[in-house]
């Protein structure tokens, strides 16, 4: 809601709450995770992956965490704390807006060789319209992906009850049922 609108890609690393298997149907043709297809599904964009060990991709992204940590966070903590103030997720959301709007918007990114604010004002007429339903989320962090003998297998999505049956390696059956 923030942007005002839904890229047509979002572009993610590899990881196991994003996709399960690379590749798994064709070449390109990934097994998503399902949370995140219906995510995708619902809001309107398609999930790329980074391509595996090959920074170019995937360094761009830890390269904004990193950015963000010792431009945002740490100056922030280094601010607050002598305050007695404790950085809850309301106080971080609100000192990081106006950090975005005052400091990463206004400088001039090497990547695109323009500031974020400028390149926003061209790429905002390609986004997407959200969907008309504003809808909440439930994220649970541990509680989507259950292993049964290192086979991945979904067990949880909110306010739903999935079962899940997963084969071992030795022929028999496990069943766990989530709700």
């Excluded at 390109?28 to 060990?53: A, I, N, T, V």
């Excluded at 280094?78 to 997720?89: E, K, N, Q």
């Amino acid at each position: 809601r923030f942007f005002g609108g839904v890229p047509r890609e979002v572009l993610y690393d590899n990881m196991k709450t994003v996709v399960l298997q690379r590749d798994a149907y064709q070449t390109g043709q990934h097994r998503f995770h399902p949370s995140l297809w219906q995510f995708g599904k619902e809001m309107g964009f398609s999930p790329r992956l980074c391509r595996p060990f090959r920074a170019q991709t995937k360094g761009k992204v830890e390269r904004m965490v990193q950015y963000t940590r010792n431009s945002f966070y740490i100056p922030l903590m280094t601010r607050l704390r002598p305050m007695g103030i404790t950085v809850d997720v309301e106080t971080a959301n609100r000192h990081g807006l106006r950090w975005l709007h005052d400091v990463a918007n206004q400088r001039k990114h090497e990547t695109i060789q323009a500031r974020p604010c400028d390149r926003w004002l061209e790429e905002q007429q390609s986004m997407l319209a959200l969907p008309p339903e504003k809808k909440e989320y439930d994220v649970h962090p541990g509680e989507n992906l259950v292993n049964f003998d290192k086979h991945p297998c979904i067990i949880h999505s909110p306010s739903t009850t999935h079962s899940a049956e997963e084969w071992r390696d030795d022929g028999t059956a496990t069943s766990t049922t989530d709700g």
